[in-house]
């Protein structure tokens, strides 16, 4: 399963942005998806996840009620809607994808979000 991510960047705080991963390799509505972010000397986090078929959904607690994730089968493609960003949200975020959830077994690279005041 290769993996590509887009849509980072810089953004104001209160800002929006959407990362968009799309996948190649397997089938993608076998595949549990989700989103990641690792902030400059911190672990890396789970942001988001989405199941197969997108009945289930999984939330930090820090980003819940601002961020979204989605997917799009017919695209082969996972989204995370980020909006209200803060300071604490700049972080290179990454995807996933797995097919036991909520095990993830396969990465993409990442992309950089910075949030600034």
């Known amino acids: 399963v290769q993996l590509q991510a887009s849509g980072g960047g810089l953004v104001r705080t209160g800002g929006s942005l959407r990362l968009s991963c799309a996948a190649s390799?397997?089938?993608?509505?076998?595949?549990?998806m989700g989103w990641y972010r690792q902030a400059p000397g911190k672990e890396r986090e789970t942001v988001a996840t989405?199941?197969?078929?997108?009945?289930?959904?999984s939330y930090a607690d820090s980003v819940k009620g601002r961020f979204t994730i989605s997917r799009d089968n017919a695209k082969n493609t996972v989204y995370l809607q980020m909006n209200n960003l803060n300071l604490e949200d700049t972080a290179v975020y990454y995807c996933?994808?797995?097919?036991?959830?909520?095990?993830?077994?396969?990465w993409g690279q990442g992309t950089l979000v910075t949030v600034s005041s």
């Open positions: 989405i199941t197969w078929s997108g009945s289930t959904t």
């Open positions: 996933a994808a797995g097919v036991h959830y909520p095990r993830f077994d396969y």
């Open positions: 390799g397997r089938t993608f509505r076998t595949l549990n």
